[in-house]
């Protein structure tokens, strides 16, 4: 019997919902004859606003709810920002598609008394916010003068909290922003010598229930073979490295004549610490290049690095 409805869970926050709705919009454009709804929810994440995301515990913070939905049958699929899946997802549950990725790097936006600075220069002191333990180790590193600041809430809120003056600048996501209609807010693109983006950053991940193969074909639509290749070799290096998004793990990704290179960072939080190294290989097997790299930077001290953090989250 042919599918004659997909259901998709969603969170509710603003850009949750423009993510959900380009999804819902490309697959009725793909699939015309199937009833296509979403079902919009709050998530742990979603409710926390007043502490850290690293002292809540980052395992499913942002999908949990949205993946019972679906254990329980009441949704199909879930869109999530790829960067918020975690890398071992509840039995039964599977990740059935990855889509084109946005710029993946992360942005410097500014309070428009510092719009002739760029991060290199900004004056010492200055109040940087961040919600993001991989942007903070690396910018610790790179700009210890620099005062770091906890900052929460969606990017409208963030922005608001900036141009009050709570901050002098914010980093984000260039993604999250030119999905919101803000990229003009995008003071600096920050390069990747200074800051490796999340594992994941800018793709949408679109996970479902295991062997339903009408609406794991349904979705394979929206899939993009060099973004896919890219994520699950950030993805495996993660997994090797048993870090998860509030973990200061950062990466960069290129193809080029069908050689995938990854480049991995492991930081300690105080920025005093970083290793980064890369790896090589065919784009065939994106996942084995993840964990060689993993491998690499575990004999290097990797897991000591990280040791140090869990230990710091747990007390």
């Known amino acids: 019997m042919a599918l004659d409805q997909v259901r998709i869970a969603s969170r509710r926050s603003q850009l949750a919902m423009v993510q959900t709705n380009w999804v819902r919009d490309e697959l009725t454009k793909a699939y015309p004859g199937i009833d296509i709804s979403i079902e919009a929810m709050a998530t742990q994440g979603d409710k ?12 499913g913070l942002f999908t949990k709810e949205l993946e019972a939905q679906m254990l329980i049958g009441r949704a199909d699929i879930a869109v ?3 960067k918020d899946l975690p890398t ?5 549950l599977m990740l059935g598609c990855i889509t084109e ?4 790097a992360d942005a410097l936006v500014v309070n428009k008394k510092f719009e002739n600075f760029q991060l290199s220069n900004m004056p010492a002191g200055s109040i940087v916010g961040t919600s993001s333990l991989r942007r903070l180790a690396q910018l610790r590193y790179h700009f210890p003068e620099l005062v770091f600041k906890d900052v929460r809430g969606n990017v ?3 922005l608001e909290k900036l ?11 260039a993604a999250g922003l030119t999905r919101l209609g803000f990229s003009n807010r995008i003071h600096q693109i920050i390069p990747s010598e200074i800051s490796l983006h999340a594992v994941g950053q800018g793709a949408l991940g679109i996970e479902c229930v295991e062997n339903k193969e009408e609406v794991i074909k349904i979705i394979k639509v929206l899939e993009h073979a060099e973004t896919s290749q890219r994520c699950l070799a950030e993805r495996a290096f993660l ?14 990704t290129k193809i080029e004549n069908g050689n995938l290179t990854l480049t991995g960072m492991v930081a300690s939080l105080d920025g005093k610490n970083l290793i980064k190294d890369k790896e090589s290989g065919t784009s065939i097997n994106p996942e084995k290049i993840g964990r060689d790299l993993a491998n690499k930077l575990k004999s290097q001290g990797a897991m000591e690095i990280l040791e140090e953090i869990f230990k710091e989250a747990r007390s």
Request: with cysteine; hydrophobic share 40%.
């Open 80 to 82: 999530h920002s790829l």
């Open 156 to 158: 409208i809120t963030r």
């Open 239 to 252: 997994k090797e490295l048993e870090g998860g998004c509030q973990v200061p793990i950062g990466v960069h």
């Open 101 to 104: 990725r946005e710029n993946p």
């Open 48 to 59: 926390i606003l007043d502490v850290a995301l690293a002292k809540i515990g980052d395992k």
């Open 163 to 173: 141009d009050a003056g709570h901050y002098d600048c914010l980093i984000l996501a």
């Open 88 to 92: 071992i997802l509840p039995e039964g």
